[in-house]
């Protein structure tokens, strides 16, 4: 018997999804470059379906044809060299998947290159981590319609379950799957640090110890909050070190690294022209963590603001959950108009629901607002800002007088939160109908000639400001 699908790459992902498969019946042969993994995985199969492969030839005559292979090796170069050594043994109609994090130009390269040898090609985005692969991930596809079809059963079975069934979608041709992949990326990444802030906030504004931020997260995790961040950020800050007996998150270098879908959100939000000063604030915010040394030397000759008097406990909890709330809605509402953008620039064609309705489960960015997000799209397919929409409007009506204190709070205290700051930044310039952009564009005119509008009438006009009258 021939098995019905093909894993290469058995590092955390591909192991996890590999049993996954099995586990639901589905028969799996499993290669990886290295034989200690997949030496590694079949000590963890008990009676699930698995073929062990140590060679590519063998790896490919173990599949039934037309064969699917699902490719999660590292990111990057692995995913041009092992196609390269695999295409010759492939022949048409075969099907290769690449589930890893991969840039979404590439897989639009590697989609043509695998179509002129008559192979077929999709671009998966997977979210859930190592839990998320063995349980039920959330998947991310783009290419051809017909080719996802092939595999829909599949990744139905191994899909995390949603609200509305399996959190697998389609979306749309080329480099959209990795596209959606990547903005939920950059989505978890400013989610991410407006926890961070959150956490110093507490820590350093109020004196909180992880212990009793985590008791805040966990209250605030029961109601509307609720998302698997919150949760896990709840477990990390109840762990102990048992080398010291503190608190494990205490003896961790504040040093974030990345691998690169968080700059790449950005990257294409800038190329897009699309909004997303949240989710590039929450890059930099690593990149200036990483600046570790630098800043142990800076602490000892730039000074801080003086001490401020004890703030009042109950009124900045209750101002930070409003805050938090609405930093975290800005964040989505940023990545799904970065989506909705792309989606037309590139001709993907996708709905911003089904792209909520695939995040509900599974993914990292999973949380209870999702179903809400995916109303409010559902309702109105082109929403510019998910913030027009109730009941996130609500949020902001709410809650803007919070996060503007929150915001005074942190900057008095010196506390730095980019999350927060750009948040109301943007949520501020969005909501403003008239900006300073006037005196922006007059300034181009002067010094570059480059024209500009008038508000009382069309056209394009030039002035010679240094002849220019005066008032
Ligand atoms: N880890 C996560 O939580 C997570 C979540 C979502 C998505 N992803 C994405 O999923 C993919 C796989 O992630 P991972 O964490 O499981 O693994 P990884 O650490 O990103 O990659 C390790 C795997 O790639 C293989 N590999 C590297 N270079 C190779 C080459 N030149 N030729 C053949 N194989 C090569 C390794 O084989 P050897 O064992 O022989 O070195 C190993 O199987 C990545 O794109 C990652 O970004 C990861």
């Known amino acids: 018997m021939k098995a019905q699908f093909g894993v290469i790459g058995l590092a955390t ?57 699902l490719l999660m090796v590292q990111a990057g170069r692995p995913v041009d060299e092992v196609p390269s050594e695999l295409f010759p043994l492939l022949e048409p109609g075969d099907l290769l998947i690449d589930g890893g994090n991969s840039h979404f130009a590439d897989t639009e390269r590697r989609i043509r290159e695998a179509e002129s040898r ?92 992880p212990s009793e931020i985590a008791a805040v997260f966990a209250e605030w995790n029961q109601k ?23 608190f494990l998150v205490e003896a961790i270098k504040d040093a974030a690294e990345q691998k690169g879908t968080g700059k790449w959100s950005t990257q294409a939000a800038l190329d897009l022209g ?11 915010a690593r990149i200036v963590s990483a600046l570790k040394e630098e800043r142990v030397r800076a602490e000892k000759v730039l000074p801080g603001p003086a001490p401020n008097p004890p703030l009042p406990v109950q009124e900045t909890l209750e101002n930070l959950r409003k805050a938090y709330a609405l930093a975290v809605i800005t964040a989505y509402a940023q990545g799904f108009r970065q989506l909705r953008d792309a989606s037309t620039e590139h001709g993907y064609g996708f709905s911003l629901a089904e792209v909520a309705r695939v995040w509900t489960a599974g993914c990292i960015i999973r949380a209870r607002m999702l179903q809400d997000m995916r109303e409010a799209f559902r309702r109105e397919p082109d929403l510019p800002l998910l913030v027009l929409a109730e009941p996130f409007r609500e949020f902001w009506v709410k809650g803007q007088e919070s996060l503007r204190d929150v915001v005074c709070l942190a900057h008095r205290t010196g506390i730095p939160v980019p999350a927060f700051s750009s948040a109301l930044n943007f949520l501020d ?18 010094f570059g000639a480059h024209t500009y509008e008038r508000l009382d009438r069309p056209g394009k006009f030039h002035t010679r400001w240094e002849e220019a009258p005066r008032c």
Do not use: W
């Not at 996890?16 to 589905?26: D, E, S, T, V, Y």
């Open 118 to 209: 008559g192979l077929l090609y999709l671009g998966v985005g997977i979210s859930g981590g190592e839990a998320g692969a063995l349980e039920g991930p959330a998947l991310m596809a783009g290419g051809h319609a017909a080719d996802y079809a092939r595999i829909e059963p599949i990744f139905e079975a191994i899909a995390a379950r949603g609200l509305d069934g399996p959190c697998t979608g389609y979306f749309g041709p080329g480099g959209s799957g990795h596209y959606v992949k990547m903005v939920h990326n950059g989505i978890e990444y400013a989610i991410m640090q407006t926890i961070a802030e959150c956490y110093d906030l507490l820590k350093r504004g109020l004196g909180f110890t």
């Open 13 to 69: 992902m591909g192991q996890n999804l590999a049993l996954n498969m099995a586990q639901h019946g589905f028969s799996v042969a499993g290669y990886n470059r290295s034989a200690e993994r997949t030496q590694a995985l079949m000590a963890r199969v008990k009676d699930e379906p698995i073929l062990p492969t140590f060679a590519l030839p063998e790896f490919v005559s173990a599949l039934a044809r037309p064969r699917a292979i």
């Open 224 to 246: 509307e909050l609720e998302s698997y961040l919150l949760e896990i950020t709840v477990d990390i800050l109840r762990t102990k070190d048992s080398e010291t007996g503190g």
């Open 274 to 284: 699309a909004p997303t000063p949240t989710l590039a604030e929450a890059v930099f």
């Open 429 to 446: 310039a969005y909501r403003t109908g008239r900006l300073p952009a006037n005196l922006t564009q007059a300034q181009r005119d002067y």
